[in-house]
């Protein structure tokens, strides 16, 4: 059973920098995408970051240039790399997985959908104070 745990989430002051990390396990899938996703209270969850298994990425535009998405595949690890924080970056970050075969040339597409994924960590808590 595919198991996805995120850590690294914390409190930071307004321009500081967190990672995170996602551990994935009995997760053994080709062509596939993995993905953060955030979700402020009162809000829509939505996509932060994506990657596909060939190392494409995608960004939300409201993280772009500060965000970085990678893996590891050796650690069957995702990261999110988050620089000059703000306090509207303050949400739930939430790790998702999808099965295998997925298309590449949808991933520009498909990459930050929601209903794309298939499989979702518990989250951990980023707080930006400004």
């Known amino acids: 059973q595919v198991q996805l745990v995120e850590s690294g989430g914390g409190s930071v002051q307004s321009g500081g920098s967190l990672r995170l990390s996602c551990a994935a396990s009995?997760?053994?899938?080709?062509?596939?995408?993995m993905g953060w996703f955030r979700q402020a209270p009162g809000k829509e969850r939505e996509g932060v970051a994506a990657?596909?298994?060939?190392?494409?990425?995608s960004y939300a535009d409201s993280v772009k240039g500060r965000f970085t998405i990678s893996q590891d595949n050796a650690k069957n690890t995702l990261y999110l790399q988050m620089n000059s924080l703000k306090p509207e970056d303050t949400a739930m970050y939430y790790c998702?997985?999808?099965?295998?075969?997925?298309?590449?040339?949808?991933?520009?597409?498909?990459?930050?959908?929601?209903?794309?994924?298939?499989?979702w960590g518990q989250g951990t808590q980023v707080t930006v104070s400004s």
């Open positions: 990657i596909h298994s060939d190392g494409r990425t």
């Open positions: 009995a997760y053994t899938y080709s062509s596939y995408y």
């Open positions: 998702a997985a999808t099965e295998g075969g997925r298309s590449g040339f949808l991933f520009r597409f498909l990459g930050l959908s929601i209903g794309t994924y298939n499989y």
